[in-house]
């Protein structure tokens, strides 16, 4: 689907477990994710990881999507070699050279959404750059991880960044949710990142 703006597509970035164990359902779930991502006329950016994120990208081909990887690599042969990381699907991949933690951060700032799903100790990083940044995050609930504890440690960051945070067990209906947020409050992101 053709996005509507031409001068900018929304960028919607899945975070979450690039390994351990997963379930066909969730890994369904991500992949349906990623179709709906496609279906809004979004483009999909991950940290080019495999897991759960790489599912969604495989959904979002599926259905013609676009498709970003931020890699922690330096090369393309780092990326493969010392991250173990896949290529299969992925429309563009940039190659960061900062290593895991260094990539999060540019992959959040590459983003407009950030969508949790599941997660570990790297996801967590990534909501909380997230968070502190003002972006709107949605939360796969019934994923596990990181995705089913958020309401956990929320209440002890008491920090006003205006982040929004929406939560659905649904993929496709919080993808939805969120692109309709983010069309209807563009403009509190944009002040925040004028703030910073």
Avoid: W
Wanted: charged content about 20%; aromatic content about 4%.
């Amino acid at each position: 689907m053709k996005p509507e703006n031409d001068y900018a597509r929304i960028k919607i970035g899945v975070m979450g477990s690039a390994g351990g164990l997963m379930e066909s359902a969730l890994v369904e779930r991500c992949r349906e994710m990623g179709r709906a991502i496609a279906d809004c006329g979004c483009a999909i950016v991950t940290g080019g990881c495999p897991g759960l994120p790489h599912h969604a990208v495989i959904g979002c081909k599926e259905n013609g999507g676009l498709t970003i990887g931020v890699s922690p690599a330096l090369s393309l042969h780092e990326h493969i070699a010392k991250y173990n990381s896949p290529t299969d699907h992925i429309d563009v991949l940039i190659f960061t050279g900062m290593g895991l933690m260094g990539r999060e951060v540019i992959g959040v700032r590459s983003c407009d959404i950030v969508i949790i799903v599941g997660g570990r100790s790297g996801t967590l990083g990534e909501f909380a750059i997230a968070y502190d940044e003002g972006r709107l995050i949605g939360v796969l609930t019934g994923s596990g991880g990181v995705a089913d504890h958020v309401d956990d440690f929320l209440p002890v960051m008491q920090k006003p960044t205006g982040s929004r945070i929406i939560y659905d067990r649904d993929p496709r209906k919080l993808i939805e949710r969120c692109v309709a947020e983010y069309k209807q409050n563009p403009s509190i992101i944009r002040e925040h990142e004028a703030a910073i």
